[in-house]
């Protein structure tokens, strides 16, 4: 079962069930995905990151605009979404990543960083934060 089915399988029970936050939750996604797939991107957990990361950062500035109702809203959806992505590796599989990237590279100072989140990001195969990664490599470096 693809993500653009589960995630239409079950607006469906939410729409049944009468859930109507996650129901307009759903809808989006299942909305971005389809265009996603119109346009050629295969991709669906690439979508539904940028999803998720879209929801996180509109939560950030409904705060800082005094709005933490829309801000609750926001990142209730980004969990929705957070239900279809996969697992998210622990600090210890990310720096066990990490550390191999940069031997790989053989990079020693933090200007070598580009090369070491292509390694990075490639290896986590979307189970890491680009934030969460760029940060450990940037601590990695320069120690």
Same mark, same amino acid.
């Given at each position: 079962? *693809?993500? *653009? ?18 129901? /307009?939750?759903?809808? !989006? ?7 996603? =797939?119109? +346009? ?5 957990? &690439? ?17 800082? /605009?005094?709005?933490?109702? !829309? ?5 209730? +959806? #980004? ?9 998210? !590796?622990?600090? =210890? ?5 990490? =550390?191999?990237?940069?031997?790989? *590279? @053989? &990079? ?5 960083? @580009? ?8 290896? #986590? +195969?979307?189970?890491?934060? @680009?934030?969460? #990664?760029? #940060?450990?490599?940037?601590?990695? !470096? *320069?120690?």
């Amino acid at each position: 079962m *693809t993500v *653009t089915e589960r995630v239409r399988s079950d607006m469906t029970s939410a729409m049944k069930a009468g859930e109507k936050q996650r129901v /307009g939750a759903l809808r !989006l996604v299942l909305s971005e995905l389809q265009k996603a =797939a119109k +346009e050629g991107g295969d991709d669906e957990l &690439a979508v539904l990151r940028r999803e998720r990361k879209r929801r996180l950062e509109a939560a950030t500035q409904f705060r800082d /605009g005094g709005r933490p109702e !829309l801000a609750d809203q926001e990142e209730s +959806e #980004a969990k929705i979404i957070e239900d279809y992505l996969p697992a998210q !590796l622990d600090d =210890a599989e990310l720096d066990a990543i990490v =550390a191999a990237a940069i031997d790989e *590279t @053989g &990079a020693t100072e933090p200007k070598d960083m @580009g090369q070491v989140m292509k390694v990075v990001m490639d290896r #986590a +195969e979307g189970r890491a934060d @680009g934030k969460r #990664a760029s #940060a450990r490599v940037r601590e990695a !470096l *320069t120690d």
